[in-house]
């Protein structure tokens, strides 16, 4: 379609309520449009750019062995009670009933859901291991959306999930994703540093997230200026070479303020390599036991 005949809202003034250039940008062009605080339409040229990142993110997802699954938005309160994460979850959580007055729930991410379904799906440990994902909209109520679509209410969101026999398997799962998200985010021409991170409400016993490196970003940053030398050329799908990976990445100090110790920082990186920045957290991903 000709670009004369596209519909492309241009706006002349950046709107109030654009702080960063990214979302300011973004209106202007007429890539999205606000409906209400934190929850946007996707314009035609918006949601052209939207699924050519989410091409490439189930790509790289393909390429590991994941398969690609599609969960509801609308939930069942009943298997987050059983979870114990129904009222931990907190007032981010969209609560709903239905006409039944049953209690259901907008989807902040489905780790019950897709717990749920496997679990009355596999009987046998020889279907082990399976690797499953899906692309779909997710709603927290944030208390401040802010920086348009980087913390809004309403978001598209990938997640994955994996189902091992024992740790050695679960840690194999781990270190492909680990190492899909290196090449999307390579693929996507962004920068993008491995961050131990805390598991928060999710829960696990390992996590790491994907810090985007921004001057307007949320999180501050604390890493060794010799990680950015790093890749995941010559990396295949065996343990060792994954592993390899993950240890690579892992030997230079890179946490964000949560996990921050001066001390440590201090002793572990030299000056020169010193890195204090801030960043975005792009994905981020974890080990259960």
Request: proline share 3%; aromatic share 14%.
């Amino acid at each position: 379609m000709y670009i004369s005949k596209s519909f492309i809202p241009i706006l002349k003034n950046n709107p109030s309520e654009a702080k960063i250039k990214s979302h300011q940008l973004m209106l202007r062009v007429g890539m999205i449009k606000q409906s209400s605080a934190g929850i946007y339409s996707w314009l035609p040229l918006g949601f052209k750019v939207m699924k050519k990142i989410e091409h490439i993110v189930r790509e790289e997802q393909n390429k590991i062995g994941a398969q690609e699954i599609l969960m509801p938005t609308i939930q069942s309160s009943e298997i987050w009670k059983e979870s114990g994460r129904y009222e931990d979850y907190g007032e981010e959580m969209l609560r709903i009933k239905d006409r039944q007055n049953r209690e259901m729930l907008y989807g902040p991410t489905n780790e019950e859901l897709v717990t749920d379904i496997f679990r009355s799906s596999v009987k046998s440990y020889k279907s082990l291991p399976q690797l499953l994902y899906h692309i779909q909209w997710k709603f927290r109520d944030e208390i401040r959306p802010r920086f348009g679509i980087m913390r809004c209410r309403e978001f598209y969101m990938k997640d994955a999930y994996s189902f091992d026999i024992n740790d050695e398997e679960a840690l194999f799962s781990y270190n492909k994703f680990f190492l899909s998200y290196l090449k999307t985010f390579k693929r996507l021409d962004l920068i993008a540093i491995p961050m131990a991170a805390d598991t928060g409400p999710i829960g696990g016993n390992l996590s790491h997230e994907f810090i985007i490196l921004a001057e307007t970003g949320e999180s501050k940053i604390f890493t060794d200026k010799r990680i950015f030398d790093l890749d995941s050329d010559g990396t295949n799908l065996e343990k060792d070479s994954l592993n390899k990976l993950r240890k690579k990445y892992e030997q230079f100090y890179s946490v964000t303020d949560e996990k921050f110790d001066k001390d440590e920082f201090e002793s572990k990186v030299s000056e020169k390599n010193r890195l204090k920045t801030k960043g975005y957290r792009s994905w981020s991903y974890f080990l259960f036991r």
